[in-house]
């Protein structure tokens, strides 16, 4: 056999070589490595989804946190600066130091109504005085606060009404005098030793304070504030 021959039948063996047009991924890779792009994509959506949602959890419970600080602190400045003072009205003789009860000022749970001094009024520059008749109710769930810019005001004006409190299930409010807790308050003569809190808020569950109220004179409701101004600012027509 010559060489020529033996080179003719060593070609006819070889398998035909691609041509470079040819050349690239199959079926069945393109398909395998879709499905790891997708698998990779979905670990990574997964993790950021993860951190959004964590982050507005921790937003929430935060601002939940911080919205149950004001609230206490508004309840701390206006229990620690309650006076014994009446409001004018009818009766002025048997108007209540502080009132008391459940369903007050249609509370879905106790309410109470009170006097506070201590607001800052410099100069006299803003339209109230420096004693304001403030309250606290539970309405719809909500922890409301109350608030007039005089202490005496006519009984049909209506207040600045600020919710403290969301998801709040039950208010209560107790007195202390004469060495007991009672429920109820509407005496015209003393404020309670000492008052004490309880809300519960759904996922916290009841919190509790007390606090310790002042002693202090009855303020006739002429001499509360400064001499000429019985609001203790520029008031023209808050009488009740």
Same mark, same amino acid.
């Not at 106790?110 to 506070?116: E, H, P, S």
């Not at 039950?170 to 005098?177: F, I, K, P, R």
């Not at 009841?206 to 400064?226: K, T, Y």
């Given at each position: 056999?010559?060489?020529?021959?033996?080179?003719?039948? &060593? &070609?006819?063996?070889? *398998?035909?070589?691609?041509?470079? =047009?040819?050349?690239?991924?199959?079926?069945?890779?393109?398909?395998?490595?879709?499905?790891?792009? %997708?698998?990779? &994509?979905?670990?990574?959506?997964?993790?950021?989804?993860?951190?959004?949602? %964590?982050?507005?959890?921790?937003? %929430?419970?935060?601002?939940?946190? $911080? @919205?149950?600080?004001?609230?206490?602190?508004?309840?701390? $400045? #206006?229990?620690?600066?309650?006076?014994?003072?009446?409001?004018? @009205?009818?009766?002025? &003789?048997?108007?209540?130091?502080?009132?008391?009860? #459940?369903?007050?000022?249609?509370?879905?749970?106790?309410?109470?109504?009170?006097?506070?001094?201590?607001?800052?009024?410099?100069?006299?520059?803003?339209?109230?005085?420096?004693?304001?008749?403030?309250?606290?109710?539970?309405?719809?769930?909500?922890?409301?606060?109350?608030?007039?810019?005089?202490? +005496?005001?006519?009984?049909? =004006?209506?207040?600045?009404?600020?919710?403290?409190?969301?998801?709040?299930?039950?208010?209560?409010?107790?007195?202390?005098? +004469?060495?007991?807790?009672?429920?109820?308050?509407? $005496?015209? #003569?003393?404020? *309670?030793?000492?008052?004490?809190?309880?809300?519960?808020?759904?996922?916290?569950?009841?919190?509790?304070?007390?606090?310790?109220?002042?002693? %202090?004179?009855?303020?006739?409701? +002429? $001499?509360?504030?400064?001499?000429?101004?019985?609001?203790?600012?520029?008031?023209?027509?808050? =009488?009740?």
């Amino acid at each position: 056999m010559t060489v020529s021959q033996q080179y003719a039948r &060593s &070609s006819r063996r070889r *398998p035909p070589q691609r041509r470079a =047009s040819q050349l690239g991924f199959t079926l069945l890779e393109l398909l395998v490595a879709i499905a790891v792009f %997708a698998l990779l &994509s979905l670990g990574i959506y997964q993790v950021v989804d993860g951190v959004r949602r %964590a982050d507005q959890t921790s937003a %929430a419970l935060t601002e939940r946190m $911080n @919205s149950m600080q004001r609230a206490m602190q508004l309840l701390h $400045n #206006d229990f620690t600066q309650v006076v014994a003072r009446r409001q004018r @009205s009818d009766e002025l &003789s048997r108007t209540p130091l502080l009132s008391v009860g #459940d369903g007050l000022l249609q509370s879905q749970g106790d309410g109470w109504l009170l006097i506070r001094t201590g607001v800052a009024n410099p100069q006299m520059q803003l339209p109230r005085g420096h004693l304001q008749r403030v309250a606290y109710r539970l309405l719809d769930g909500q922890l409301q606060r109350l608030s007039w810019p005089f202490a +005496d005001m006519p009984a049909d =004006s209506e207040p600045q009404i600020r919710t403290l409190l969301s998801e709040v299930e039950g208010l209560q409010l107790m007195v202390y005098h +004469d060495g007991q807790w009672q429920r109820q308050w509407q $005496n015209p #003569d003393a404020l *309670p030793n000492a008052v004490r809190l309880r809300l519960t808020v759904r996922g916290w569950g009841e919190l509790e304070r007390v606090w310790l109220l002042p002693a %202090a004179p009855i303020l006739p409701s +002429d $001499n509360g504030a400064p001499e000429g101004d019985t609001n203790g600012g520029s008031e023209s027509g808050g =009488s009740g």
